[in-house]
């Protein structure tokens, strides 16, 4: 890289639950808990928020520090039940050790229930809030297609764009 050139780096996440067995336990997905007649949560370690999961690993992955599991992993007690927007703050505490910041960040869910565009806002408050830097959600089904499609589980995809917190190599 030439110097004075703005030094960026992307990183991608993807994490994927089940629903829980478990008929107390609640959604949480981008920091929302989601109601409803038939809401299930998902099984997990923590609150299993898929969608901050996929933002914290893209976040670790721009900054070259490994995955989630590595730094918060499912067998360490510190993470039961853990609120996945204080991961994902922590996440990012860690990549600015490093000398990263966030810029931005991209998700993409993909559930075929509940319905999500009504949460998408609020989701987008928190994560932005946790990443500190704009975070834009997108819901999408699957169609019917695979475990997903047959309402198994929910899943998302991130892309996050840090900076070097000197702003140029």
Known sequence: MTANMPALRVGQGIDVH?????????????????TGAGVRGLAGHSDADAVAHAVADAVLGAAGLGDLGRHMPDTDPQWAGADSL?????????A??????PV???CTV???????????PAMVS????ALGAPVNVKATRAEGLGALGRAEG?????????????GVL
Do not use: Y
Not at 110 to 120: D, G, T
Not at 154 to 166: D, F, G, Q, R, Y
């Open 154 to 166: 929910i899943a998302c995809t991130a892309a996050v764009l840090l900076t070097s917190n000197e």
């Open 86 to 94: 204080n991961i994902l703050a922590e996440v990012v505490a860690l």
């Open 18 to 34: 089940p629903f829980s067995d478990d008929p107390t336990r609640a959604l949480v997905l981008g920091g929302v808990t989601i």
């Open 126 to 129: 928190h994560l932005s809030e």
């Open 110 to 120: 993909v559930a075929e229930e509940p319905r999500l565009a009504p949460h998408v």
């Open 104 to 106: 931005n960040a991209d």
């Open 96 to 101: 600015a050790r490093e000398g990263w910041i």
